[in-house]
């Protein structure tokens, strides 16, 4: 069965899974109840809808329209439930390396409230410091292989990426064990 999580899925998955990991650990104490909803929920037709940050720029006139390669990339990602701007829901923060053609190797960074609302905004930096802005539109995962399928949204971006705009869609798995994920896909960018 697959869950429509397209968007902050890998973000939501990832924080509803901490949830459990911290809600088991001496730190915080969450009741079998709350826990069990939360922990269900992405497994059970759960659905997340990332709002965009701002509006994408499609009709302004620039550039070329180019595919962008993510070969595949890995990194961390944690949840911080003492982010009071979150409260009760936790920080997702997602980092990591990787390679993409127009960009060389970048760094990523992604991260935003795990409450199913907020969106997850991210940053890829470009080998010479440009940077690409985007948010998780959604995430599906396909429950018998465990595969993730995302789609991000380019709303933007600085030096030769201002007034990016584009779709990038990624896939790969979420390590609950270990804490990381790796992904990999591709897109369109018009700069």
């Given at each position: ?157 600085t030096g030769r990426f201002e007034n990016a705009y584009g779709d ?24």
């Amino acid at each position: 069965m697959r869950t429509n999580v397209f968007s902050f899925a890998l973000f939501c998955l990832f924080c509803l899974f901490a949830v459990l990991m911290v809600a088991c650990s001496t730190e915080e104490q969450v009741s079998n109840d709350i826990l069990n909803t939360s922990i269900e929920a992405p497994v059970d037709n759960y659905y997340f809808n990332g709002q965009p940050p701002e509006s994408r720029n499609d009709n302004l006139n620039v550039g070329v329209t180019k595919t962008i390669k993510f070969f595949e990339s890995d990194g961390p990602f944690e949840l911080d439930f003492t982010n009071e701007l979150c409260t009760p829901a936790p920080y997702l923060s997602v980092y990591g390396y990787g390679n993409a053609s127009h960009i060389g190797r970048y760094q990523v960074v992604n991260g935003g409230c795990y409450d199913g609302l907020s969106p997850i905004l991210g940053v890829i930096t470009a080998a010479d410091g440009d940077e690409i802005h985007t948010y998780i539109a959604s995430a599906v995962q396909d429950m018998l292989t465990g595969i993730w399928s995302y789609h991000y949204v380019i709303y933007n971006g600085t030096g030769r990426f201002e007034n990016a705009y584009g779709d990038i869609y990624m896939t790969g798995t979420l390590d609950f064990n270990n804490w990381v994920w790796t992904l990999g896909g591709e897109g369109t960018i018009t700069y």
